[in-house]
């Protein structure tokens, strides 16, 4: 029988300090692009519907077959990264959904504009674990629970210059020419992954990647593994809601799609700090507090914040605040997934939690957003409505946090 550290995995094999860090600053890039391709949509939508003429539903199921997708890239994909390396995987997924948000840039009917979704959501999905494996594994162990809350940041990043672009570019060049920018940009990094980029780890034998797997059912990995996915289920639904509907409820509020980029870059701009001041304590503070204490906090400025929106300049300042430490936990759920599994599974399990949490509540979240906007749920309903998942993350993220306390060491029974 094998003992398995529950506490950090190995270190990267012999990088260097400077691979690592060009490995690390890579990986954010990639989350950066990554951010911008995924939210843009949320500015293209009602532009969409506008010229398409298609109803708040028929856009929420855009948004979501994207997110649905996402479970395909992160899941199956994760598990064949721990196999055959994160560094291939992680490019030819930026390389999918560069190359299918192009095709999302010139679709002519709604049914193209799915695929390129479709497709773009499995690139999406499998970056994400690749991603955050390489990056943590690529740190030096005193940094690696900071890094992967880093890697979340950047996604933040991505979702700011989203909006800056679409302030800048829509008016111009319509949401064609947004699209259009959200493929390009992660095509321009290929080369310089394709030489830059190190590989941290790969299973050495099929043998070896079929204990990784079972690993994932004993306890305690199996019971985290519950746990973080029920936690970011329950995020996902929000922060998706948020990211996507936003822009769409921001808009009676100021008719000047350049006063709603403007505005949801100040909101994702707090996003990125919240996700800063969360990685700068989860080295100081144990998560366990942290995480749940920012959850609890972001759940009730949530619902008290927003009673009354009608003017757009308090209701941006507003959800700035809330995103602050919505977004803020929402990254310390992912850093800290990423931290506690070992090396030998860490993209397989990144990629199982991350992929089930963002599918169930990445897909409900716009989904039931579409619908309660129909109904003609105010922002004030729609908000108090939110704070029962995010209480209910604050709380799984300190049962996991327990049962790691308890359990940093299980016992692998080897294969007969």
Same mark, same amino acid.
Request: net charge positive.
């Given at each position: ?172 060049? &319509? ?43 004993? =306890? ?26 936003? =822009?769409?409820?921001?808009? =009676? ?38 995480? =749940? ?43 800290? &997934? ?6 030998r599974i860490r993209a397989t399990a990144i990629g199982v939690t991350t992929g089930m949490g963002r599918f169930s509540g990445g ?54």
């Amino acid at each position: 029988m094998t003992a398995v550290d529950l506490t950090g995995g190995e270190p990267a094999p012999g990088a260097g300090a400077f691979g690592s860090r060009r490995t690390i600053t890579l990986c954010g890039l990639t989350m950066i692009v990554e951010g911008f391709d995924a939210y843009a949509i949320g500015y293209v939508g009602p532009a969409i519907a506008k010229e398409w003429a298609m109803s708040q539903v028929h856009v929420g199921l855009v948004y979501s077959i994207g997110v649905a997708a996402s479970l395909v890239g992160s899941g199956v994909f994760g598990g064949l990264a721990d196999r055959f390396g994160r560094r291939r995987l992680l490019i030819g997924a930026t390389v999918l959904f560069g190359i299918a948000t192009l095709l999302g840039a010139v679709a002519d009917d709604v049914g193209v504009l799915i695929v390129s979704r479709l497709l773009a959501g499995i690139g999406l999905g499998a970056s994400i674990p690749c991603a955050l494996a390489l990056a943590t594994e690529a740190a030096s162990e005193r940094h690696r629970a900071s890094v992967p809350v880093l890697m979340s940041a950047a996604i933040a990043s991505g979702m700011i210059f989203s909006g800056l672009a679409a302030a800048l570019v829509m008016p111009a060049y &319509g949401w064609r020419g947004l699209m259009a920018a959200g493929g390009i940009m992660p095509l321009l990094l290929i080369a310089p992954m394709y030489w830059g980029l190190i590989e941290t780890r790969k299973a050495e034998s099929e043998e070896e990647q079929t204990r990784s797997w079972r690993l994932l059912t004993q =306890p305690p990995i199996a019971v985290l593994v519950v746990v973080i996915t029920l936690a970011l289920f329950a995020t996902y639904l929000v922060t998706f809601f948020m990211s996507f509907w936003l =822009p769409s409820m921001l808009t =009676p509020l100021t008719a000047d799609i350049q006063g709603v980029g403007f505005g949801m870059t100040v909101i994702k701009t707090a996003s990125l700090f919240g996700s800063l001041a969360v990685a700068a304590l989860m080295t100081r503070v144990r998560p366990g507090r942290l995480l =749940p204490a920012t959850f609890l906090i972001g759940a009730v400025a949530l619902a008290l914040g927003l009673r009354d929106h009608g003017n757009f300049t308090t209701t941006v300042a507003i959800l700035a605040l809330i995103s602050f430490f919505i977004d803020g936990a929402f990254s310390g759920i992912i850093g800290f &997934g990423a931290w506690i599994f070992p090396s030998r599974i860490r993209a397989t399990a990144i990629g199982v939690t991350t992929g089930m949490g963002r599918f169930s509540g990445g897909t409900l979240g716009p989904m039931a957003g579409g619908m309660m906007l129909d109904r003609g749920f105010g922002l004030p309903v729609i908000a108090a409505i939110a704070t029962i998942p995010l209480v209910m993350a604050g709380l799984l993220v300190a049962i996991a946090a327990s049962i790691h306390r308890r359990g940093n060491r299980i016992v692998e029974v080897s294969p007969t």
